[in-house]
């Protein structure tokens, strides 16, 4: 598992009422995963000297391949984090260039199709992945048995992600805020959290001479990695710190620590980091699509929202220029309903339910 879905099955582990195993492989060769890792999964649950009461999967499963081997009666559900239909793939990604990009998005669907629940992280992915889902079916020539939308519809659901957000509490200081416009970056280095656009901007706002501190955090898979590389060229009078921390406890620091939040992710299903930093009291500018208006009501947080590169850039401005280092109480109060200890009463309560319904 990756670090975002590993910290949420581990979550609900340790605040669980229920006894909770959990079944996985290493977060990495993400694609072999979805077409091999349900056979080794397989295996390990053959393995079990006892009979679990509901089988938790998530999107990375090939569903039909690991039933099929475990051959159980057992009730499984589905927990898409993300997925490979509408998912942006990168135009470097090799297999964009060989057409094998279908795969991943089948094994998906055929996912959805097997499992008896399928639940959501946000109301904006059931959203999406069903439009995606149908433009997916409608490109093949025949026998695209669109009927099944509705099926999978049926059986369809939203419960958002829970965090384990408490545990920043213990690394907050009096003093913790900077006196200077900090703004952060605390996503993966990833094209799909779009950092292109997040350099752009504040290279503009720098070359107005506009007066602010950077911190870039976050995990980054790549050893070479040019768009970082080049800001850190470019904005390297601005940086106070640059790269992957290692330890919690400097990242909820740095967290504490940051003023503002600009967010300019191409694809987001919920958004831990942004979720996290607003926690720590950094003040967000969101944009005004994906699942940010659903989760932090764009209606009524209306200042902290954008919807093209000029307002992000003359909202920023704003925020640096009427620089406070308080935040607004709401916004904390959004982050931190979805904290573990608020959130395990929905799970214990959903899957307790899944577990006396019949199959």
Request: with cysteine; glycine share 2%; hydrophobic share 35%.
């Amino acid at each position: 598992m990756t670090n975002s879905h590993r910290q949420w099955a581990k979550g609900y582990k340790e605040f669980s009422k229920f006894n909770v195993d959990i079944f996985s492989l290493p977060g990495k060769h993400w694609k072999w995963r979805m077409h091999g890792g349900a056979i080794t999964l397989a295996k390990k649950y053959a393995k079990l000297n006892f009979r679990p009461d509901v089988i938790l999967a998530t999107d990375m499963l090939n569903l039909p391949v690991f039933k099929s081997l475990i051959k159980s009666n057992i009730k499984i559900i589905l927990y898409f984090h993300e997925n490979q239909i509408t998912y942006p793939w990168s135009d470097n990604d090799p297999d964009i260039k060989l057409k094998r990009d279908q795969h991943y998005g089948f094994i998906n669907y055929t996912s959805a199709l097997t499992a008896d629940e399928i639940l959501f992280n946000s109301k904006f992915h059931l959203n999406s992945f069903f439009h995606g889902l149908k433009l997916f079916l409608n490109q093949y020539p025949d026998y695209n048995e669109m009927h099944n939308i509705e099926k999978i519809k049926l059986k369809s659901s939203v419960l958002h992600l829970g965090l384990n957000l408490k545990k920043f509490d213990k690394f907050k200081k009096t003093d913790e805020k900077s006196k200077h416009p900090l703004i952060l970056w605390n996503h993966r280095w990833e094209y799909d959290k779009n950092p292109e656009l997040f350099f752009k901007v504040l290279k503009i706002i720098s070359n107005k001479n506009i007066d602010f501190k950077l911190i870039i955090i976050g995990q980054d898979f790549k050893k070479k990695n040019s768009t970082f590389n080049n800001a850190k060229n470019d904005l390297k009078k601005h940086i106070i710190q640059f790269g992957h921390v290692e330890s919690f406890s400097e990242y909820a620091k740095w967290l504490w620590k940051a003023n503002i939040i600009p967010v300019t992710s191409k694809q987001e299903n919920f958004g831990i980091s942004v979720m996290e930093a607003i926690y720590c009291n950094t003040t967000p500018l969101l944009p005004e699509k994906l699942s940010y208006p659903e989760l932090f009501n764009n209606k009524k947080n209306f200042n902290y929202f954008y919807d093209n590169t000029d307002k992000l850039i003359s909202k920023l401005e704003k925020l640096i220029f009427e620089f406070t280092h308080k935040q607004d109480s709401d916004l904390r109060e959004i982050a931190a309903k979805y904290d573990w200890e608020r959130m395990i009463i929905i799970y214990d309560e959903k899957f307790e339910s899944s577990m006396n319904e019949e199959i």
